[in-house]
Nanobody, 122 residues
Framework: VQLQACGGGLVQTGDSLGLSCTTSTRTFRQSTMAWFRQAPGQEREFVAAVSWNRSVTYYADSVKGRFTISRDNAKNTAYLQMNVLKPEDTAVYFC????????????????WGQGTLVTVSS
């Protein structure tokens, strides 16, 4: 599964931003889709994931109530809506696909997008 992430940019604290992740591969529809992020000098961390049929979503505690993950299987696209952004949300955001269900372990994700930078100024 080849993924293309876009939508990053520079915003201010409290602003909203939406990311999208698109693929032309049909196996997208059987994949768990997730977003991870990596800030400078830090490990890549899980942000949010959605199951292949949209029945299950789960989030890192740091983004619960502010971020929403969704997907449109007809468009082979996953989304991450980020609201009430904070400076600590600044990172490169990666979308990823996995054939495992209910996982937030980066090792379980076999396909990754190239990353899109989100910068939140204070």
């Amino acid at each position: 599964v080849q993924l293309q992430a876009c939508g990053g940019g520079l915003v201010q604290t409290g602003d909203s931003l939406g990311l999208s992740c698109t693929t032309s591969t049909r196996t997208f529809r059987q994949s768990t889709m997730a977003w991870f992020r990596q800030a400078p000098g830090q490990e890549r961390e899980f942000v949010a994931a959605v199951s292949w049929n949209r029945s299950v979503t789960y989030y890192a505690d740091s983004v619960k109530g502010r971020f929403t993950i969704s997907r449109d299987n007809a468009k082979n696209t996953a989304y991450l809506q980020m609201n009430v952004l904070k400076p600590e949300d600044t990172a490169v955001y990666f979308c990823a696909a996995s054939f495992w269900e209910h996982t937030n372990n980066p090792a379980d994700f076999n396909s990754w997008g190239q990353g899109t930078l989100v910068t939140v100024s204070s």
